[in-house]
């Protein structure tokens, strides 16, 4: 972002010379992020030099996948601002982690093509499957704080290849035992045995940490909205999760 020399500028000569559009100044705006500090007497906005620093820390801070809502406190409150750059720089290194895992198996099977002139099919199922984890990855993210993301990420570090697999399993025998259960009371025994074997997974996941647990909420009220390639078949059965849900409510209400 070049200011140059100029000390107040309209908000179309600013939103020029800063490379953003007229419509993000407006938002930022509203959401109290830029507030120009002068107008002119017909009201229009006029924008100084020191915005150029403001915005460039907003548009930082964008990049970096924090919300705009908290981009506001973050500005307002520089001690709280390394602590959450700092989790978002895990997250990105755990990004690059999982990118260069995907790079290096289509370097693998690449290699294979080459050197026998025909595909290694397994090397081409571990392409699959790394960049489907980063898929999933992507579209989970979209429900967590950037707090959330970096406690997740740390998180995942303690996950081996057998505790997931384990972890999915008992997932699967949950469902399979509520679904053979729907016509009991959720709040009922069975159902309430159901409720805290579901809450003890949630927790091996969440570790207890509300943050997280606030997205996993956030994700599961959006599940309308999933795209059926983005749950597993074994766990889309409407009938199963509402029994679950309303097993968790009773089990908070007793």
Not at 121 to 146: D, G, T
Not at 152 to 159: A, C, F, I
Request: net charge positive; with cysteine; glycine share 6%.
């Amino acid at each position: 972002m070049d200011s140059g020399t100029k000390e107040l500028y309209r908000t179309q000569e600013f939103a020029k010379v800063a490379g953003v559009t007229v419509r993000a100044l407006h938002h930022y705006d509203r959401l109290g992020l830029l507030k120009p500090k002068q107008r002119t007497r017909s009201g229009y906005r006029l924008y100084a030099n020191r915005d150029f620093a403001r915005l460039e820390q907003i548009v930082v801070l964008k990049f970096l996948g924090i919300p705009l809502k908290q981009i506001r406190g973050l500005l307002e409150a520089d001690s709280n601002l390394a602590a959450v750059l700092q989790r978002q720089q895990e997250v990105l290194n755990e990004k690059r982690r999982q990118l260069d895992k995907a790079i290096r198996a289509i370097g693998n099977a690449q290699y294979a093509i080459q050197s026998r002139g025909e595909p290694d099919w397994k090397l081409f199922q571990l392409v699959v499957q790394e960049i489907e984890m980063q898929n999933s990855q992507e579209w989970k993210a979209q429900y967590f704080s950037a707090e959330a993301r970096a406690k997740v990420s740390e998180r995942q570090k303690l996950w081996s290849p057998e505790l997931q697999e384990k972890i999915n399993k008992e997932w699967e025998q949950l469902y399979a035992d509520a679904e053979a259960c729907l016509h009991e009371n959720p709040a009922g025994p069975k159902g309430q045995e159901l409720a805290a074997r579901s809450l003890k997974l949630i927790n091996q996941f969440t570790g207890g940490d509300p943050e997280i647990l606030k997205g996993i909420e956030a994700m599961w009220k959006d599940r309308a909205n999933w795209k059926r390639d983005q749950m597993s078949d074994k766990f889309n059965k409407p009938a199963v999760q509402e029994f679950l849900r309303k097993a968790a409510e009773a089990k908070k209400r007793g």
